[in-house]
């Protein structure tokens, strides 16, 4: 059972800004990951170390930590055998709580996860020829209700800190057997440990698709992405990773300056009708301010395009004109982009059908004629519920349409 309840107000809501760097724990430990060397230099100082030794030894642990993976702080070999006692007993090296591991026929792989506190979200790996993808959840559940989505039917729980975020990165590491291996011993306090890589990574790419707004919890993503950033710590360059929003506009420039990683746009309709009702979120930001804030994006380029992410709905919005009113408005704003087809998933009770697989060529071919790359994704992991608009915890949440009942029910009831 969670021990924390739902947010308290689903749908829309503006980003609001929490304090908490630090999950408490029952057994008063501080867990490191998710924290900044600063950060952990602090705490060290707390706990009665003097200046010159907590900037040592949170340099050590950071790198151990972030570089080396590791999970015991008995493994830090450059540190004295008599101060790793005194680190276990303070402090503790978290990772994600693993539910069930599935693989799927295509190599895909899918995590259910469970937070400290009984809540349960999802990650995903791809793997390709030339690169492997992780796809990380920024919240348990999420607020946006898109009508395609099925992590859409569930109700945004709470978001999840900078540790959450950044423990899927390195469980994903623990499990593809990717962090650097050797001995540190003799490095000191100058040494660049900035060298220590890890050559042919499986993991290469990270995106922020799965449970979630990624701009909805922007502190706590901007924090654990500079964290994956960081030289001497997961040391994954920003142009492989990408951030994917729904288009919440007035977080987006913040996103550019304080992250700086590519840009994701689930755009998925042309016309504001259709889009108020797939991407509710369209209600109040629409495709006229939602595309200024992609031209106004800080970095985007040619070389850096924008991706607009387009899920193919069958006699919703697959059609020649629109196509050809996509093209248009992207040239419109002179957006360095490309655009994603993404053939629709199913799930139970989806109200959607999955454009024929000619119709989606026809439109790709319209785009491309336009002078823009749609290229059409091909669907991973659907057999274990991992492809895109799919992920939804194996936890018992109630659907849209149980809420609706409940709600008229109780509407009834008090009249």
Aim: proline residues 5%; charged residues 30%.
């Amino acid at each position: 059972m969670a021990d924390t309840t739902l947010m308290s107000i689903p749908g829309q809501v503006d980003p609001v800004p929490v304090a908490r760097d630090i999950t408490p724990r029952a057994d008063g430990r501080i867990d490191l990951i998710g924290l900044p060397k600063s950060r952990i230099r602090e705490l060290f100082a707390d706990a009665g170390l003097d200046t010159k030794q907590a900037k040592l030894r949170a340099k050590q642990v950071f790198h151990w930590l972030y570089h080396r993976g590791v999970t015991d702080f008995e493994a830090m070999t450059d540190i004295a055998k008599t101060m790793r006692p005194w680190l276990d007993e303070r402090f503790v090296i978290g990772r994600p709580d693993v539910v069930e591991a599935q693989h799927s026929t295509d190599g895909t792989r899918k995590w259910l996860l469970k937070t400290a506190d009984g809540h349960d979200f999802e990650m995903v790996f791809i793997p390709d020829a030339d690169r492997g993808t992780l796809c990380i959840s920024s919240q348990v559940g999420c607020t946006l209700n898109c009508t395609f989505c099925h992590t859409g039917t569930m109700r945004l729980v709470r978001n999840l800190t900078p540790g959450e975020i950044v423990g899927q990165v390195m469980l994903a590491r623990d499990a593809l057997g990717e962090w650097p291996k050797g001995r540190m011993d003799g490095l000191g306090e100058d040494a660049d440990r900035g060298h220590y890589t890890a050559d042919g990574r499986l993991l290469t790419n990270i995106v922020l698709m799965g449970m979630g707004e990624p701009l909805y919890n922007f502190d706590h993503v901007r924090d654990a992405m500079h964290l994956v950033m960081d030289g001497d710590g997961l040391a994954l360059s920003k142009r492989r990773i990408t951030l994917s929003t729904s288009g919440v506009v007035p977080m987006m420039e913040r996103c550019g300056q304080e992250i700086g990683v590519n840009l994701a746009v689930s755009l998925h309709a042309v016309n504001k009708d259709v889009r108020d009702e797939i991407v509710p979120l369209n209600r109040k930001y629409g495709l006229e301010e939602l595309l200024q804030a992609c031209a106004d994006y800080p970095g985007a380029s040619n070389a850096r395009r924008i991706t607009f992410e387009y899920v193919m709905l069958k006699d919703k919005n697959d059609s020649d004109e629109d196509a050809r009113e996509l093209v248009r408005l992207l040239k419109k704003f002179d957006l360095p982009a490309k655009v994603n087809l993404i053939p629709f998933n199913p799930w139970p009770g989806a109200e959607y059908e999955c454009s024929d697989p000619e119709r989606i060529k026809r439109f790709s071919d319209i785009v491309f004629e336009g002078g823009i790359s749609a290229p059409v994704r091909t669907p991973r992991g659907r057999d274990i519920d991992a492809a895109c608009g799919q992920l939804k915890t194996a936890a018992q949440k109630k659907s849209r349409a149980e809420r609706d009942r409940e709600a008229a029910a109780a509407a009834e009831a008090n009249a």
